[in-house]
T-cell receptor
Framework: AQSVSQHNHHVILSEAASLELGCNYSYGGTVNLFWYVQYPGQHLQLLLKYFSGDPLVKGIKGFEAEFIKSKFSFNLRKPSVQWSDTAEYFCAVNAGSGGSNYKLTFGKGTLLTVNP | DSGVTQTPKHLITATGQRVTLRCSPRSGDLSVYWYQQSLDQGLQFLIQYYNGEERAKGNILERFSAQQFPDLHSELNLSSLELGDSALYFC?????????FGPGTRLTVL
């Protein structure tokens, strides 16, 4: 069974600080990896995804993530956060060759608070 | 806007009642997934339908059921509701490995 661990429950930063959120997954086969963001009271929005190829992926709003296969990790980074980045961030994984079944397994989420 | 729609946006009901949540996938997407988001359990996969047929089951209670209709919209039925069923219920539709989420239905059981 797949599982996803997010190391930080709550991260508090000041504007312009750099961000790195950890994510590790457990799965024996090929995976697709995702980071979603959920702003207060809103639905999940895709930040970025990794299916294959370059392990450094760039997403929206200046976020990027690096897939390190040997460490089963997919950490999210942003060089300089803004107050508007305050949200909850979820790492998720599904089987890379799921056929017609691509159910997502989510981490518990990391709440990011950015102080102005 | 992901193109996935869910109704209603909010639902308040009493314990023991039954409710139906509706989801319309993006045009052309054959798969619909249902997820539950609660404070204690986080985001959990409930069930998936693909072109009208159940394809995968997750942590879905026996009191819950779902179906997907010929026009591909899906309904999640929750019965004998308990206080602990209060949560945000999302549906998502997919093409390949990427899923697009709807705005969710917030269910409050009093």
């Amino acid at each position: 069974a797949q599982s996803v661990s997010q190391h930080n429950h709550h991260v508090i930063l000041s504007e312009a600080a750099s961000l790195e959120l950890g994510c590790n997954y457990s799965y024996g086969g090929t995976v697709n990896l995702f980071w979603y963001v959920q702003y207060p009271g809103q639905h999940l929005q895709l930040l970025l995804k990794y299916f294959s190829g370059d392990p450094l992926v760039k997403g929206i709003k200046g976020f990027e993530a690096e897939f390190i296969k040997s460490k089963f990790s997919f950490n999210l980074r942003k060089p300089s956060v803004q107050w508007s980045d305050t949200a909850e961030y979820f790492c998720a994984v599904n089987a890379g060759s799921g056929g017609s079944n691509y159910k997502l397994t989510f981490g518990k989420g990391t709440l990011l608070t950015v102080n102005p | 806007d992901s193109g996935v729609t869910q109704t209603p946006k909010h639902l308040i009901t009493a314990t023991g009642q039954r409710v139906t949540l509706r989801c319309s996938p993006r045009s052309g997407d054959l798969s619909v997934y249902w997820y539950q988001q609660s404070l204690d359990q986080g985001l959990q996969f409930l069930i998936q339908y693909y072109n009208g047929e159940e394809r995968a089951k997750g942590n879905i209670l026996e009191r819950f059921s779902a179906q997907q209709f010929p026009d591909l919209h899906s309904e999640l039925n929750l019965s004998s509701l308990e206080l602990g069923d209060s949560a945000l219920y999302f549906c998502a539709s997919s093409v390949g490995g990427e899923q697009f989420f709807g705005p969710g239905t917030r269910l409050t059981v009093l």
